[in-house]
């Protein structure tokens, strides 16, 4: 009896609720969606705590054992991601306090975030693959009624292909579970593992789990199925980009992460050399397309796809150390990619547009938003000392010792090009002279509450970064150990299943 | 030591807050934290000379064999005493060069920052801290350069030298990873004590060329020299600390570093002395074309770089000697040039030497500096730069290099006599050139450097030996990685290095005579310098951007068809490969099938048919719902009762809603072509067959029995319930059920705040939800040209909105008559006329379509 | 039967897809209504059918008596269909939302958001 | 707008709601051993007032139903969150069933189960949902 793998799940579901039973009041509603993050938080800080201690946690919901009912696993992958979501659960609940648009509130912006968060961890702790269908949908059209709120122009726009691209991908992951089940006759996953590692002909598991690749790649934004998400991240309002950008593709990358150490591991030579000219196109395309890009949100978002590369480089590498490069990069741009959207919600805030072009002179007035703004910005493009230059090295260190060079060159260029798409938006949007027909009258508005609560967030996220990037250590230690524990999935089976394969 | 580099961080920390308190003192306090470490560094000396180095270990991320550890050798030490020493002067000077400047504590924390950075670099024994520290130099230039950040110019230098020196970084790192990979280690010492020959290694040619690349960007080696030049958008004082006695020397750290470890092969020799020689020449010959006394500064320095890379590619002991002699002396005469270049500049506002002479009576100290320093660079004696040139010609002479190599850097020593004496002698002597501002000697502290510097140029000459023993020779033999026995002295004798010196003196002197006759005569080759490295620097960023607009024109062109296409070819592209070519594909025929069966079959196909060829709303739905029902029956004949019902019961409501909703939208424009039909029905047909094979398969080979057995056995027993189904939902896979009831209910909620939702119902309320990419039907003005059918459409449009307009007018009115009504009666119902007032005020950028708006506008 | 029904379940999803890649808005979410069938379909085909013996226990036994339909994947497309209701209602309303605002049901001039 | 009904349809409504709600309350019941159940049971309860909406309008559902329902939403969604705790107090796992047998007057009993309770809020769940989503756009209709 393990309560702490259920209650990630549990806790968001129930604040989901209880804000939405309580959609009258826009103050009970804040106070609620705040309590509700940090018990989020608590919960999966207690599960990565016991998941250090017992390796794998398990829970067989309703008492019925594997493979029967449904089983919760947390491994430290599920764990780190999980309190990965807490963080930036906590980050946006208290950016929303300020940023929410109180219309947005009466409209269920509060229960459709908290849902979206519970839809995020369902899918990193549960066992089983249909399962992980219904979270992935619970987190699906969370995300796109919190996408429509406000009902722009834009919105609708990006609405239309995210949603309708993302179905496509439900229907492609949904057939592949009913031809997997019409094989093995299973969903448990680790029950799954077992039988297709008994599997003779290995051709047709391949057949499964390309289809299995394309429905996650779809969700990962991957090259060549990411389309949805330049075409809508940047629509959304900021705090809700900011999720989306930190957490939604992200869930993609571990479910791909979960079924290629897990499931799908006899013929790495097809599907993990696959997987590694994707990353390649991945992250080139990414970067190439923020390159033309002149808003901010806009860069961030293709950004997004780029990153996403390197995270898929590191699963699709396959040893050790590039499976540990990958878990560090995933926890690293989960924080850094949230907190630059919450930045730029702020010089919005400030300035009233996205716009590079009219943006300008925040480095002269705001100085210290200036350094909160360099710290993710850099980390993003990898260099030293933050977070994101040893999540890169770790990657690119696995690349070189597995000889992997047209992949390894490509990720140095891609940190070459982030660098300057990060660049571009520092000498626009900050050292650039304040053009002249923007409004900059907000700009020396004092620190008032309201403005506070949207640093408060930015703050934090900075200061984990520098943490990460000065103290890797511990960082580094999580990420090895669950690099241990996907590539040797015989422990996740056997804390699943109770008995060795 | 770590703690030096920490102290230095932390006061960078602090800087703001003691600008506060101490406004213009500022700098000198600083100053005395780089002072007490050049004594603390000073120290060590006797014991770095008498052959023994320094440890201190740190442990950060054991994990990846990353750690803090420190060693102070003798080439680390020689540094750190220049980064330490110069930055000391560095900071005084600035805070009198920028005093005032509002900028000057921001200034400071990163001058501040990147010396420590430095400090760092140079004594970290890490491959993986020194790229830390490396990268870190480079950001640190980088916002030193864009200073003046609101002038373009400025931001675009900087970014020319981030981009140069970090995609350089970015080859290091690859290299580093390499050498760690073939060396066993990331740990210089280690590296270092280990047996391993890494010149015989198989990656040795790839791991040297990306560790070039690394240290030929950052020390500004020819192809990669020209960010340098530009670097000097930087105030004064961080030219002649970053740009030419610290920062661009890391390169060439890093290779004297690395010397010992793959040094000494065909390989380094070649490429080394090659593009030393290169670069040299490239830099006098540059030097001498340009009259800015900073870019004449700029281009020597380019080619002091140069000398130092062949020397150290020339791999003799001589070469180290005078390796570590040149470095010194360059230090010293280049860090005090600058600062006498800002001066200059900063009294008299110019910086061209063609309008400046005579200044030498109204500023001596800084005219016999300059002339002091100027002699030292232009190796005349008994300044230290002279022990340096003779060393560098007599090892040059002795070691393994190509005649053609010999005439380069001759060539280039004459060059380099001309700057020189332009330098010292332009400003200073000649005719007196009047300036705008009244001229006089510069305040002390900024005088304090270079007269120091100076001083210690003179001195170190003067005192050969001394220097020697303590400074250059424990660094050269650092960098050979064996003890040399071998001293400095002034004079050598008479021998062909002193004549080659000499030669070199009296032609780059004549030439000085008639230099700007040479300039002149210099621009005919100006076409071929457009064409240089920069170009190409120019030409890549140009391509990236060119690149990107085409590929996102290709891929994320906003056709959501061709998104659609795109997924869809893809998954059909590698399931139907890995299908047919990693699977043999075979299937039973094994069919069992009743009449009615079959006519419901065909219903079901027929109505699909039908659904996509029917142009009709009402055909679509009504065919829509055939297809519903037939699944249901599909389902109901084939034991599943309540999935039956279900979607009998789903399909009625979606009919319903379809009916609600669809019927409000325009019919089916038929717009594609016939082609485009075709390739679209293909598209189709490809996928239906690739799932129709799929599930041939699975039902083909079913490997396993299906996990229900326990589900059925136990329903009532355990679950007490006889409806297997409905116990599965609610029991054994009742989290499904629950996530499945949260999804309805938010696609409830979001149907609704789509529905309700009306951003005007609260003026400004929707101010951060998103920005409006295009107001709704604004056409650009970039279009003026417009076709025919375009001039049409606009027509109609107009028309469309003119009517819409009346209509809303209309509304409007007849809304506020009602609200006013209303207004009475309640306040939560309907839209009070007030609110669409306030909209007006609020002006255009509240876009909304809807119709009250619209009739406001 | 299921040879039969493995190629209905192409046609269904031949025809989903090539509704989904029309330009009316309209057609691509009944592209989207059909694909939700297609899959549906799918896996109750690739689960295997048996006819007239529906998953459940008659009253007052233990086991239900010989064999019977896989009661699981009724279940998954039970939860299936009711996820793509949901899924559904949303889209439909989105496009009609999308119409008013938009003022087009041209998927091909819906390119604001990109390039 | 929408069209007044005619006189028949609105008796027929006026007697079929009833019914169909009675109807969908008896399919939750027995759904847990005959087909039938919460979405189904759901489903035609929403039915039942779909019919309601379309012959009276959106303001009379909304009298009819008193509740709004989002609240209906809340309360199912609760009900269904509420069903995972018993089972922690006794020790086991989340959502693992709980039977309480409560003896009837007429000597039957019946059983009152975790199950039971997500079932209902299953149902409540759906008819709110389904309700939201036809009220909001009858109302745009009717605007």
Redesign the interface.
Known sequence: MSPEVALPIIVP?MT?TLT?LAWRSNILQKILSVLGSIALLISSIWLLVSVREQGHVVMY??G?VA????TLVADMLSAIMVVLTAMMAVAIAIFSLS?A????ER??YY??MH?LL??VA?SFL?GDL??LF??F??ML??S??LL????????MEGA??YV??NM?SSA?FL?AIG?L????????MA?IAV?LSQ?E????V??I???F??AFG?KAAAF??F??L??SY?????AVSAIFAGLLTKVGVYALYRVFTLIFNQSPE?THE?LLWVAAFTMI?GV?????QF?FRRILSFHIVSQIGYMLLGLALFTPLAIIGGVFYIMHHIIVKTNLFLIS?IT??LL????LKKLGGL??SR?FLSVLFLVPA?SLAG???LSG??AK??V??AG??AEAWVV??VA??V???T??SM?KIW?EA????LPDETDGSALAQPMTLSLTALYLPVILLAACTLFIGLN??PI??MA?FSAQQLMNPAGYIEAVLGVKP | MQLSVLVIYLLAALTPWLYSKHQARTANILALLPAGLTLWFASHIPLIASGGILVHEY??????D?SLTMVLDGLSLMFALLICGIGTFILIYAGSYLQGHKDLP?FLVVLLSFMASMLGLVLADNL?TL??FW??TS?TS?MLI?FK??S?EA?KA??QG??VT??GG??L??GL??LA?AGGSYSLQEIFNSSEVLSEHPLYVGMMICLLLGAFTKSAQFPFHFWLPNAMAAPTPVSAYLHSATMVKAGIYLMARLYPELGGTDFWINTLTSFGALTMLTGAFMAIRSTDLKKLLAYSTVMALGTLTLLLGLSTELAMMAFAAYLLAHSLYKGALFMLAGIVDHETGTRDVTQLGGLRKLMPVTAICTLIAAFSLAGLPPMFGFVAKELLLESLLAGPVGLLIILMVITSAIFVVIVAAVIALRPFFGRFVPQARTIHEAPKLMLAGPVVLTALSLFAGLLPGLTGQFITLPASMAVAGQPIDGYLSLWHGINLPLLLSIVSLAAGYALFRKWDTLRDSLRILNPIIERGPEAGYFRFMQG??L???W???L???????N??????L??VG??G???LW???VH???????YLH??VL?LI??SA??A??ITGS?LG?VAT?GA??FS?AL??I???????G???I??E???V???V???F???G??S??TPAERGR??F???L??????L??????D????????D????N???L?????????????????????????????????????????E??PG??????????P??QVPEKHIVLSLDERKQLREEKKKADRLKAEAKAAAEKAEAEANELRVQTSEEAPPASTDESNLDKGTDS???DQANKGGQ | ????????????????????????I???V?GL??LS??A???I????????????????G????EGM?????P??????A???A??????A??????A?????T????Q?????? | MMKPGTLILHVATRFLVPLQLLFSIFLLLR??????????AG??A??AF?LYLFTFGAVMTRDLLRID??NL?GI??FL??I??FPAWFQGEAF?T?Q?WPVALPGGNEI?L?T?LI??I??YF??F???M???V??????ER
Request: net charge neutral; proline share 5%; glycine share 8%.
């Open positions: 579901l989901g939405l919901m309703g019925w493979p029967y009912g449904i940023s648009a109180s219309s947005h409209f269920g229960p459709l849902l519970a839809g369902g549960t249909f399962n219904v979270w949908e619970v059209v969370a796109f009624a429509i709120l406000g009902g722009e122009r834009a919105q239309v292909k309708t691209l496509l492609i057939s031809l089940y019409g094989l093995v006759g299973t969903l448990n029950d039988k599997v002909n290995t051709g047709l391949d057949v789990a390309v289809m690749m394309v779809i060549p199925l389309f949805w330049p075409a940047h629509t959304g309002p900021v097809f696959l395309t190439l397309g923020a390159a033309a808003e919600g919005h805030r009233g547009t996205y716009d480095y002269k100085p850099l260099l030293p000392p230059f040893f090295f770790i690119i260190r070189v010792e390894t060159g140095l260029l940190g070459l090009l660098l300057y660049i000498a900050f050292w650039k002279k890797g250590q580094y230690l090895e | 442990a950060w991320i054991p994990g990846l990353i921001r993986i790229f830390v990268e870190l950001i980088y864009g950040h609101e373009a931001r900087a970014l981030l981009i970090v995609g970015l080859a790192l690859a990873i390499m990979g990236i951007v690149v990107s607009e590929q996102t024109r891929l994320q062109n906003g056709s959501m068809r998104y659609l296409r795109t997924i869809i893809t998954l590698v399931t490969y890995a299908l990693r699977y043999q299937w039973n025929w094994d069919v069992s099938v069966e079959i079959v079901l196909v699909a048919a659904v996509c709303r679509a829509m297809v519903g699944v599909i389902f004949l084939f034991s599943a009762p309540d999935l019902i279900t979607q019961l789903v009625t409501l979606t319903i809603l379809l609600l909703v669809l409000r939208l325009p089916f424009s717009t594609s679209d029905a598209v189709a047909i996928t239906g067959t690739l799932m129709t799929l599930i041939m398969i699975t039902i080979v079913q490997i396993f029995p299906s996990i229900s326990y589900m059925i056995e329903s009532q027993p679950a007490y319930g006889r409806n297997i189904v409905n116990v599965i939902l609610v029991d054994y896979r009742a989290l499904d059920t629950l996530g499945e009831i949260f999804v309805l209910a938010l696609a409830a909620l979001g149907v609704y705040a789509m529905i309700k939702f009306r951003p119902t609260e309320g929707n101010h951060y939800a998103g920005t409006l990419i295009l709704p039907k876009a909304s379509d | 039967m299921e040879p039969i029904m493995a190629i209905v379940v192409g046609c269904l999803y031949a025809a989903a897809i090539y509704m989904m890649l029309r330009r009316s309209v057609k691509l009944i209504m059909l069938n297609a549906n379909l799918l109750f085909t690739s689960a295997g059918m048996i006819r007239g013996a529906p998953p459940l226990i008659p009253v036994a233990m086991q239900p019977i339909a896989d009661p699981l009724q279940a998954l497309i039970l939860t269909i009711v996820i209701f949901g899924v559904l209602a949303f439909v309303v989105l496009i009609h939302r119409y008013n605002i938009i003022h049901d041209n998927l091909d819906m390119k604001d958001t990109d390039t | 759904g847990h051993n005959e087909p039938g159940g919460g979405f189904i489903l035609v929403s039915g779909a329902p989002r939403i199912g969604l269904g969150m069903s995972i959502l069933s039977w059983k189960s199950p997500f079932d809020g299953v769940t759906v709110g949902s389904v939201l989503m036809l909001a756009l009858t109302e745009t209709e």
